[in-house]
């Protein structure tokens, strides 16, 4: 390890926990890995520092696959801060990797799609799979990561959660009878403990007593305490996050004083409402807006700038996000302090990552304090997967389901099913009246943490020396992806290409091969940097002789 480390020294500043994983995973001498660790916690910097050590010992292409399109984004720019260069617009039409680049993001859904051209690429790669959980949600994504993956030197898998609702196994993932093994593990509660890694997570659970109109015609009343079978828990949850009752108006104005309080001491401080559905995240946003007079973004799904609205925000000053599953996992928004949990999904997967978004700590900030608070409706199964936040669970084969005993102390069904709710929503259902009651704050921390809390210094620095080498180096602009700085040559060199065709009468088709036949290029999608800037230059030639 420290002969490794030696030809890999540099700028990145390695958790503890890092540290021992990266020990860990150098001596595995296996191809594949499954690091489980809290989220917030840092997997994505250990898996990159991994990849170089692994690059110092044997040159090969770096395959990241995410479960979101905007994660290949964010993984990109984490890469690209330690000098290695991923192109998260890779797409299997693009061709071969381009020699300027040390490899690729992409998604599970695109590897399933076209799992031959993935594997082309990722013939003894280095593979990050990111969220490793995902690779069993579809027996065509678990096929394709077989296919797309089995011929790789490396798979490095990543998990915060490394448990499914189903019973599907995951992709590359060692089991012991039915459960998952970690090679490398970190919990939460070991996070904490160790301080500076993340924050406690505080949990208002707000009551409240709802009525509504079952499908059936059934008028039903009821509050969180009163016990009923999993299709009216789910109505009952729905009636209350409905925007007709008073039980989330009332909610989240409590969440905005929270929020306008932490901002006294951090003034960047956000928060994020997690809604039920595109409209219901609209509706929130207006609310927030109009009736509580603050600043809110709303990202949905079909929004094609969804990602750099995301951006946007996580860089930004303004107090309130609005999302449905935009922001559920891997997005990371250090400033959010005040969560809402406005969403009738209650696996206990989705309430993980939903937590996982407050959980990441800010480093520099110099806050001493940095709780979060996530209010959340006194739903019982909510409040279970509330007090069991510290466990680390892992991915069990058998299907481990309580069932509604009927008691009056929340122990209901561990897993509401989707399929109920999308059903009801289609149905008579019909939200009568939700009001809020009392607030209790439920949260598996039973001591207080002290205000200074102190900042880890034990943090191992690595001083990182050269990245594995290019063929064709790029220079790339500071702050900038060598993605990002190509996409501004490839928009330069396309609006010459137009000019020529409009002052030569040729084609564009015409123009673009002209171009590329004078730079030595089958096509743009490969082309590296330096012929961009190349093939730019040929073009202003051009231009000027057609002056």
Known sequence: MQELLARVSGSARLRLWQHAALEQFVNHHQPDFLAVATPGAGKTTFALVAARIALAERPAPVVVVTPTAHLKIQWAHAAARLELHLDPAWSAASGGLPADMHGVVTTYHQVALDPAAIRRLAHQAFVILDE??????????????QEAFG???CRLSLSGTPFRSDTRAIPFVRYHGDEAVPDFEYSYGDALRDGAVVRPVYFPVVGGVMEWSAPSGAIYAASFEDPLRMELANQRLRTAL???GEWLPG????????LKEV????????????????????RIGELLRWEFRVEATVVSSDDPTASERIASYASGTSPWLVAVRMVSEGVDIPRLRVGVYATATTTELFFRQAVGRFVRWESGSGLRNQRAWLYMPDDPRLRTWAALITKQRRHSLARAMSRCSGNSNGERNVAASLADDELAQLSLFAPLSAVATETLSVSPWHEALPEDWSVDDRAIELQLGPPPRLAAPTVVADGRTR???????????????????RRTGLSHAQVNAELNRQVGLRGIAEATGDQLEKRLEQAERWLARTA
């Open 151 to 153: 011929g790789a030197a």
């Open 132 to 145: 490793v959980h995902h690779g069993g949600e579809d027996r065509a994504w678990g096929a394709g990561l």
């Open 263 to 282: 901002r006294r001491a951090q003034p960047n401080a956000g928060g994020l409402v997690i809604a039920s559905d595109q409209e219901h995240a609209h």
């Open 251 to 258: 909610v989240l104005r409590d969440a905005v004083d929270r």
């Open 483 to 501: 993605r990002q700085t190509k996409d501004a040559l490839r928009g330069a060199n396309a609006a010459a290409a137009r000019d020529l065709a």
């Open 242 to 244: 409905s925007m007709e």
